[in-house]
T-cell receptor
Framework: GAVVSQHPSRVICKSGTSVKIECRSLDFQATTMFWYRQFPKQSLMLMATSNEGSKATYEQGVEKDKFLINHASLTLSTLTVTSAHPEDSSFYIC????????????FGNGTRLTVT | GESVGLHLPTLSVQEGDNSIINCAYSNSASDYFIWYKQESGKGPQFIIDIRSNMDKRQGQRVTVLLNKTVKHLSLQIAATQPGDSAVYFCAETVDNSGYSTLTFGKGTMLLVSP
């Protein structure tokens, strides 16, 4: 069964508004979660690493003030897309590891964001 | 944003055939590799993994081969079924200054005809 739950699965918002996406680890604690973005017919691109109790680590080119990440507990990380624009429309996917560094990432089912 | 005209490499097979999906990775320091299957509108699903101290690993109907000399990874699916139709990604783990990140390849779409 699923080990990572993501909500909502789909969201439509207007330009200029903010959207929050939740990622929960089910039945395990995740000190680190990863947020990816995927455009149609493209691969997954890592946006940021979410660290419980500390600041997220953002990949080069990802605006930290636009994509706010909060990892306040060991089972929940949130990604907030602030002042969304149509070019932010994408598939956002979170993931977490059950085990150590050399163990697979488990992914949520993604959030399809459409900004109108 | 999306690149105009970008498309995924596609492998079309008949049901019952064996499929081989290839992947070239870039970092010779990568020491852990994973294959994921992604169905439309869903997140990637773990299929099989392999560590760099191995060159072959088998699962149920799937086999992963690793050739570190040429930095090549392949996924073999035996007796391919229509339910195997999806996009397949290889991913490599690169240890960056004490924390590891997973980097995905471009992906291959597998289409299985009944």
């Amino acid at each position: 069964g699923a080990v990572v739950s993501q909500h909502p699965s789909r969201v439509i918002c207007k330009s200029g508004t903010s959207v929050k996406i939740e990622c929960r680890s089910l039945d395990f604690q995740a000190t680190t979660m990863f947020w990816y973005r995927q455009f149609p017919k493209q691969s997954l691109m890592l946006m940021a690493t979410s660290n419980e109790g500390s600041k997220a680590t953002y990949e080069q080119g990802v605006e930290k003030d636009k994509f706010l990440i909060n990892h306040a507990s060991l089972t929940l990380s949130t990604l907030t897309v602030t002042s969304a624009h149509p070019e932010d429309s994408s598939f956002y996917i979170c993931s977490a590891r059950l085990g150590s560094y050399n163990s697979p990432l488990h992914f949520g089912n993604g959030t399809r964001l459409t900004v109108t | 944003g999306e690149s105009v005209g970008l498309h995924l490499p596609t492998l079309s097979v008949q049901e019952g055939d064996n499929s081989i999906i290839n992947c070239a990775y870039s970092n010779s320091a990568s020491d852990y590799f994973i294959w994921y299957k992604q169905e439309s509108g869903k997140g990637p699903q773990f299929i099989i993994d392999i560590r760099s101290n191995m060159d072959k690993r088998q699962g149920q109907r799937v086999t992963v081969l690793l050739n570190k000399t040429v930095k090549h990874l392949s996924l073999q699916i035996a007796a391919t079924q229509p339910g195997d139709s999806a996009v397949y990604f290889c991913a490599e783990t690169v240890d960056n200054s004490g924390y590891s990140t997973l980097t995905f390849g471009k992906g291959t779409m597998l289409l299985v005809s009944p």
